[in-house]
C-alpha cells in the first residue's frame, strides 16, 4: 500500500508540475479568401506571388520557457524562390508578418502608428506595445532597417532568435525577456500580413506598396498615394475563423480617407482582446 501510494504520489507531482511547466498557448483563427485587404486588393502579377501567399488562417503564440513560440500559417505552401539563404535570410522570399500586441489596454499607452510603410494607425484605447516582426530578411538587415526607419519605437520592436519554415507555417521564436513577461490572454493582438520588400521606398519599413494598378511587384486595388493600408490580411471579430470576420477586416480596414491631393486619414486597427 505504501508503495503504491507513493507511486500514486510521484504521479500526481509529475502531472501537476506538467500542468505548471506547460505556458500559456494563445490561438487566433482566420478565414480563407480575405487576403485583399479592405476588399479590393490584388496580388502582383509576378508567378512568385501564389494564390494563398498571403491569406492568414491561423496564428499560435506558446509561451515556452525563457522563449516566446509563434507560429503563422497561411493558406499557401511557403515557397522561397528568391532563395533567401543566399542573402542571410529565412528560408521564405515573399512574406512578412509583424504580430503587435497590446500589453495593457489603457487610453494613450503605447504607439499608435503601425511600422512605417503599413499606412495604419491603432484605436486610442488598444495602442501597440510590442511588435514582433517575422520577415524573411536575416536578423541584421531588420536591424538596421529598424535603426534607419522606425527608431523612435526601436526598444519595441522583437526580432526573432530563430525563424523556420514548415510546409505552409513559418515558426519564429522570441526571447520572452524582450516581451516584458509571460504571454497573457489579457493582452491585446493584431496580426498583420505584407509583403517583404527587399528594395523598400526610402521610410518603407520592408513593406510592398499598394497602388491602384497592380504591377509585377506592386500590389493593386489601393490609391498610388500613402494614405491606403499596406495590409493584406489581418485577423477581426474574435477571430475563430468565421465567414463574418471577412465583412470586419474589410470595414476596419475600410476606415482611411484618401482625398484627391493625397492627403488623407489612416485606417484604425482593433487588437483581438482573447478575454474579450
Ligand atoms: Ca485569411
Ligand atoms: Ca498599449
Ligand atoms: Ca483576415
Known amino acids: 500500500m505504501k508503495k503504491f501510494l507513493t507511486g500514486s504520489m510521484?504521479?500526481?507531482?509529475?502531472?501537476?508540475?506538467?500542468?505548471?511547466?506547460a505556458g500559456t498557448t494563445i490561438e487566433f483563427s482566420d478565414p480563407k479568401g480575405?487576403?485583399?485587404?479592405?476588399?479590393k486588393y490584388t496580388y502582383p502579377t509576378d508567378a512568385v506571388y501564389t494564390p494563398g501567399s498571403f491569406d492568414l488562417t491561423n496564428v499560435e503564440l506558446e509561451d515556452a520557457g525563457d522563449k516566446v513560440k509563434v507560429t503563422v500559417t497561411v493558406k499557401a505552401k511557403i515557397e522561397d524562390p528568391w532563395d533567401s539563404k543566399a542573402w542571410d535570410g529565412n528560408g521564405f522570399s515573399v512574406q512578412?508578418?509583424?504580430?503587435?500586441?497590446?500589453?495593457?489596454?489603457?487610453?494613450?499607452?503605447?504607439?499608435?502608428?503601425?511600422?512605417?510603410?503599413?499606412?495604419?494607425?491603432?484605436?486610442?484605447?488598444?495602442?501597440?506595445?510590442?511588435?514582433l516582426v517575422i520577415s524573411p530578411q536575416g536578423k541584421t538587415r531588420v536591424q538596421a532597417?529598424?535603426?534607419?526607419?522606425?527608431?523612435?519605437?526601436?526598444?519595441?520592436?522583437l526580432i526573432p532568435t530563430s525563424v523556420s519554415v514548415r510546409g505552409r507555417k513559418v515558426v519564429a521564436t522570441f526571447n520572452k525577456s524582450d516581451l516584458g513577461?509571460?504571454?497573457s490572454k489579457s493582452w491585446g493582438y493584431q496580426v498583420l500580413v505584407q509583403s517583404n520588400e527587399?528594395?523598400?521606398?526610402?521610410t518603407d519599413f520592408l513593406t510592398r506598396k499598394v497602388n491602384e494598378f497592380g504591377g509585377q511587384h506592386r500590389f493593386g486595388g489601393g490609391s498610388d498615394y500613402d494614405c491606403d493600408p499596406h495590409v493584406m490580411d489581418l485577423i477581426a471579430g474574435k477571430a475563430q475563423g468565421e465567414g463574418s470576420e471577412k465583412s470586419e477586416q474589410h470595414k476596419m480596414l475600410g476606415t482611411f480617407k484618401c482625398n484627391a491631393d493625397g492627403s488623407g486619414t489612416r485606417a484604425v486597427l482593433q487588437m483581438v482582446y482573447p478575454e474579450g
Open 198 to 202: 527587399g528594395f523598400p521606398d526610402k
Open 34 to 39: 480575405d487576403d485583399d485587404g479592405p476588399g
Open 10 to 21: 510521484t504521479l500526481l507531482m509529475v502531472l501537476y508540475g506538467g500542468m505548471a511547466l
Open 181 to 183: 513577461g509571460d504571454l
Open 96 to 131: 512578412m508578418f509583424v504580430i503587435h500586441i497590446d500589453t495593457d489596454h489603457k487610453a494613450g499607452s503605447g504607439h499608435k502608428d503601425g511600422l512605417p510603410g503599413f499606412n495604419v494607425t491603432f484605436a486610442d484605447d488598444q495602442l501597440w506595445d510590442k511588435a
Open 145 to 157: 532597417e529598424v535603426t534607419a526607419k522606425a527608431a523612435a519605437m526601436k526598444k519595441d520592436i
